[in-house]
Nanobody, 121 residues
Framework: QVQLVESGGGLVQAGGSLRLSCAAS????????MGWYRQAPGKQRELVAR???????NYGDSVKGRFTISRDNAKNTMYLQMNSLKPEDTAVYYC???????????????WGQGTQVTVSS
């Protein structure tokens, strides 16, 4: 089993900052990439940011220049620094890990439970 635990969500005013964390644990064999996705009410889940095991990153267009993804490989922990937050950033943010567990040779997607981010205007 692979477990992903997110933390750091909350309520913040527009223009403020939050830092999300995602700690991965369990029977992880290898990690190809980790990422953050978000889903607002009535909308599809969308990519926020993603980082590969080699450190390459990509961001959703709406967060470029405001959000920064980083990762501590030794701790299997990923972070999302969110600055200049806008009300439209309000959503549940999900941690994703693409990788292999010790129980399977296949690269699978694993998801955290999600953490709520609410930005007030």
């Amino acid at each position: 089993q692979v477990q992903l635990v997110e933390s750091g969500g909350g309520l913040v005013q527009a223009g403020g900052s939050l830092r999300l964390s995602c700690a991965a644990s369990g029977s992880i064999s290898s990690i190809n990439a980790m990422g953050w996705y978000r889903q607002a009410p009535g909308k599809q889940r969308e990519l926020v940011a993603r980082i590969t095991s080699g450190g390459s990153t990509n961001y959703g267009d709406s967060v470029k220049g405001r959000f920064t993804i980083s990762r501590d490989n030794a701790k299997n922990t990923m972070y999302l620094q969110m600055n200049s937050l806008k009300p439209e950033d309000t959503a549940v943010y999900y941690c994703n890990l693409a990788g292999r567990s010790t129980n399977s040779p296949y690269v699978l997607d694993y998801w955290g439970q999600g953490t709520q981010v609410t930005v007030s205007s």
